[in-house]
């Protein structure tokens, strides 16, 4: 049996992460019967609600204030959530990580990559995911899925197509992490693709 795992979900807006963690949640624990916890960034327990609230729905947050409010949700949330769970032997699969920086703070706002890669890892204590699903779509399909779009979501369309390259990017960078999921298409079909992957990374 595997020990603990991290799991790690990224891609533009919409794409289907919450929809794929569930149905992988239910599969890890019907199938493998495992422990999982699922969580995200930003916006767990009660302090990262409240980073959460400030960062998606003011309309006034300054770029670098916005950087330092997801780093500091996601130096919280690995202390007190993460870590804990995967010391307990869980497998943890957590909606966003220090890739949706890289992507949306770097690639699109255009702030310097190399500086918020060590960021990241200062916040994180260098707590890296094993397997990261990037679900990827096209921005003009996922903003349609969005029913309610937050600050982030109303941005323009470009930025949102500098989103989806700095993920292809990422997944480019780095492919033994990564596993890039078509995510045009019907649920059931990303949801099987990663369930493949994942199913067999279980029982190796
Ligand atoms: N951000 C975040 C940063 O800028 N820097 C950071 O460091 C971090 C951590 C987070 C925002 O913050 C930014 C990125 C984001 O802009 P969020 O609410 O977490 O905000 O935003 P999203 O992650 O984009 O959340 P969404 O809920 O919009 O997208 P999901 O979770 O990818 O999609 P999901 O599963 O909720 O599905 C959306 C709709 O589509 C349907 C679902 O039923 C749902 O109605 N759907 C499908 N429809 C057709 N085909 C499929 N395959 C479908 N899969 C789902």
């Known amino acids: 049996m595997c020990p603990s795992m991290f799991i790690t979900f ?39 609600r409240q980073i959460r609230e400030i960062l998606l729905q003011q309309e006034e947050v300054t770029d670098r204030a916005e950087l330092f409010l997801f780093l500091a949700d996601r130096a919280h949330h690995v202390e007190t959530v993460i870590k804990p769970s995967l010391a307990r032997g869980e497998i943890v699969l957590c909606d966003r990580y220090v890739d949706s920086t890289v992507v949306y703070q770097g690639h699109a706002r255009g702030m310097d990559i190399g500086f918020l890669r060590n960021m990241n890892a200062f916040a994180t204590d260098k707590l890296r995911p094993e397997i990261t699903f990037l679900l990827d779509i096209d921005p003009e399909i996922g903003l349609v899925r969005q029913v309610d779009r937050d600050r982030l979501g109303r941005m323009p369309l470009e930025f949102h197509q500098r989103v989806r390259r700095g993920f292809l990017r990422e997944a480019d960078l780095d492919p033994e992490r990564f596993i890039i999921l078509d995510a045009e298409r019907p649920a059931p079909g990303v949801e099987e693709q990663a369930w493949m992957f994942l199913a067999e990374r279980l029982r190796s």
């Open 10 to 48: 990224e891609g533009p807006e919409g794409a289907g992460k919450t929809t794929l963690i569930r149905a992988l949640e239910n599969r890890l624990r019907d199938e493998f019967e495992r422990v999982v916890l699922v969580t995200r960034e930003p916006g767990e327990g009660h302090f990262g």
